[in-house]
């Protein structure tokens, strides 16, 4: 009742939910409460959780923040969110997010951008809270739920932590289930929670990740006690800094912050090691041909025909078009256009194909200094603070974007885990959030780390 009555009371100014659950919330809580009085409550029994509107629940508005998916409520429950339920968390609702996932600022969203629940000092300016996941990060951060689901293809659990002083972990590809899950590119999406703080994140995963004979994908490892790796020394770890990650234009409040946790981990005993990721600065482009090329395969599904949305034309061509045409947005539709494009005959082998081999040599890139002994590889989790709602020059400029996501996609296309943690405020008063980069399937030393640095 408590987080229902502060949604009620907040959503109308930071639109982070665009649906509530009020009665499920209820009855679902009633059966923790019958079960905790028992003392049968699982891991999760009882604790209060936002939904991006990304993850399929059966009977509940599920649209991906879309109009193509216009009235869409499946008949299912995504796995993620079932693994959730079975211990024992309580739905308090929808949230928002940039339409398919698309997005560096939650405005791409059919429902509106989402308000930062945050503000520059002495300004009442309205700031995004990043994106893709900004209705999960702005509800975590304005204690409208006690955690939320979120998704991350390029660091749409990450920076939207980063704009709002949360805690958000992207796992290793393959740790979670996509089943259920609206699909963005692929090869790319992971699912992961966005929380308070990192205690709460490794508790949150622990009950989200599994292997899913849906997913074949999802890779059958055990699944560690992630709380436990809480309070564990960092002693010894070798700290990995890369180079490449002091980008031109870099704000000197970043500069610090990245400093300030050198300095933490180095004080709490870890070795701090400079290295190099020399294929760093081909990731965004290559990024930007993968990831929309598996938009564009992955959104031919919204026809007209199977879900949501069906715009009537004077013969079925007509119709698909004119459904297309009124239900995607224009961030969806440029994705569209860019992925037929570099998947089309003659610009396959220019584009898609070295893209993709981009991408084999970022990923070695990491395996080489993982071999060389290095641990964890601390950076900034983003290149600037939360920048203005409807801001000029992202508008008129989508490259810019797409700058945003600079130091979070490297991470997709390597596969790897990584989480932001809050690490400080800049001069106006604004989170700013430290990014860490793990071994394959190792998010127990991210959360060991990470613990060091909140
Ligand atoms: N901002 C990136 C994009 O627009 C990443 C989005 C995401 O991780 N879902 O593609």
Same mark, same amino acid.
């Given at each position: 009742d408590a987080y229902l009555g502060a949604i009620d009371a907040a959503n109308g100014s930071?639109?982070?939910?665009? %649906?509530?659950?009020h009665d499920k919330a209820r009855d679902m809580a009633k059966v923790s409460d019958e079960k905790l009085v028992k003392g049968e409550g699982g891991a999760l029994e009882g604790i209060p959780l936002g939904i991006k509107d990304l993850f399929a629940t059966e009977g509940v508005h599920t649209q991906a923040c879309s109009h193509v998916l216009d009235g869409f409520e499946p008949c299912y429950e995504s796995t993620v969110t079932a693994n959730l339920w079975a211990d024992g968390a309580v739905m308090l609702g929808k949230l928002n997010m940039d339409e398919f996932a698309m997005g560096s600022s939650n405005e791409t969203s059919y429902y509106g951008a989402v308000i930062n629940p945050w503000r520059a000092g002495g300004s009442n300016k309205q700031l995004v809270p990043g994106g893709s996941s900004g209705g999960s990060a702005a509800a975590v951060s304005a204690w409208l739920c006690a955690g939320a689901t979120a998704t991350d293809t390029g660091g749409s659990i990450r920076q939207p932590a980063a704009f709002t002083g949360t805690v958000g972990i992207k796992p290793t590809y393959g740790r979670v289930s996509r089943w259920g899950t609206v699909a963005f590119a692929s090869s790319l999406d992971q699912a992961g929670p966005i929380s308070r703080d990192v205690r709460d994140a490794a508790i949150m995963l622990k009950s989200m990740a599994s292997v899913d %004979?849906?997913?074949?994908?999802?890779?059958?490892l055990p699944v560690p006690d992630y709380e436990a790796a809480i309070g564990r020394s960092v002693k010894g770890m070798k700290i990995g800094i890369p180079k490449?990650?002091?980008?031109?234009?870099?704000p000197a409040d970043i500069e610090a912050l990245w400093q300030k946790g050198i300095a933490w981990l180095k004080e709490a005993g870890a070795e701090i090691v400079d290295i190099s990721l020399p294929h760093t600065k081909y990731a965004l482009p290559a990024y930007y041909i993968v990831a929309p090329a598996e938009a564009s395969s992955n959104l031919a599904r919204y026809d007209g025909v199977r879900y949501g949305l069906r715009v009537p034309g004077k013969d079925i061509i007509e119709m698909y078009e004119n459904t297309r045409a009124a239900g995607f947005g224009r961030e969806v539709k440029r994705r569209i256009m860019i992925g037929t494009y570099v998947l089309s005959a003659g610009y396959y082998d220019a584009y898609y194909l070295q893209a993709q081999k981009v991408r084999t040599l970022i990923k070695k890139d990491f395996e080489d200094v993982f071999a060389a002994g290095i641990d964890v590889i601390l950076t900034p989790a983003t290149p600037s603070a939360a920048f203005g709602v409807a801001d000029e020059d992202m508008a008129n400029d989508p490259v810019k974007m797409y700058l945003n996501d600079v130091f979070t996609v490297t991470v997709n296309m390597a596969g790897l885990p990584g989480i932001a943690v809050p690490a400080g405020l800049d001069a106006n008063g604004l989170p700013l959030g430290l990014q860490l980069i793990g071994r394959p399937f190792d998010e127990e030393t991210l959360f060991q780390t990470a613990h060091v640095i909140e």
């Amino acid at each position: 009742d408590a987080y229902l009555g502060a949604i009620d009371a907040a959503n109308g100014s930071l639109n982070a939910y665009i %649906a509530v659950t009020h009665d499920k919330a209820r009855d679902m809580a009633k059966v923790s409460d019958e079960k905790l009085v028992k003392g049968e409550g699982g891991a999760l029994e009882g604790i209060p959780l936002g939904i991006k509107d990304l993850f399929a629940t059966e009977g509940v508005h599920t649209q991906a923040c879309s109009h193509v998916l216009d009235g869409f409520e499946p008949c299912y429950e995504s796995t993620v969110t079932a693994n959730l339920w079975a211990d024992g968390a309580v739905m308090l609702g929808k949230l928002n997010m940039d339409e398919f996932a698309m997005g560096s600022s939650n405005e791409t969203s059919y429902y509106g951008a989402v308000i930062n629940p945050w503000r520059a000092g002495g300004s009442n300016k309205q700031l995004v809270p990043g994106g893709s996941s900004g209705g999960s990060a702005a509800a975590v951060s304005a204690w409208l739920c006690a955690g939320a689901t979120a998704t991350d293809t390029g660091g749409s659990i990450r920076q939207p932590a980063a704009f709002t002083g949360t805690v958000g972990i992207k796992p290793t590809y393959g740790r979670v289930s996509r089943w259920g899950t609206v699909a963005f590119a692929s090869s790319l999406d992971q699912a992961g929670p966005i929380s308070r703080d990192v205690r709460d994140a490794a508790i949150m995963l622990k009950s989200m990740a599994s292997v899913d %004979a849906r997913d074949t994908t999802s890779v059958d490892l055990p699944v560690p006690d992630y709380e436990a790796a809480i309070g564990r020394s960092v002693k010894g770890m070798k700290i990995g800094i890369p180079k490449e990650y002091r980008v031109e234009g870099m704000p000197a409040d970043i500069e610090a912050l990245w400093q300030k946790g050198i300095a933490w981990l180095k004080e709490a005993g870890a070795e701090i090691v400079d290295i190099s990721l020399p294929h760093t600065k081909y990731a965004l482009p290559a990024y930007y041909i993968v990831a929309p090329a598996e938009a564009s395969s992955n959104l031919a599904r919204y026809d007209g025909v199977r879900y949501g949305l069906r715009v009537p034309g004077k013969d079925i061509i007509e119709m698909y078009e004119n459904t297309r045409a009124a239900g995607f947005g224009r961030e969806v539709k440029r994705r569209i256009m860019i992925g037929t494009y570099v998947l089309s005959a003659g610009y396959y082998d220019a584009y898609y194909l070295q893209a993709q081999k981009v991408r084999t040599l970022i990923k070695k890139d990491f395996e080489d200094v993982f071999a060389a002994g290095i641990d964890v590889i601390l950076t900034p989790a983003t290149p600037s603070a939360a920048f203005g709602v409807a801001d000029e020059d992202m508008a008129n400029d989508p490259v810019k974007m797409y700058l945003n996501d600079v130091f979070t996609v490297t991470v997709n296309m390597a596969g790897l885990p990584g989480i932001a943690v809050p690490a400080g405020l800049d001069a106006n008063g604004l989170p700013l959030g430290l990014q860490l980069i793990g071994r394959p399937f190792d998010e127990e030393t991210l959360f060991q780390t990470a613990h060091v640095i909140e």
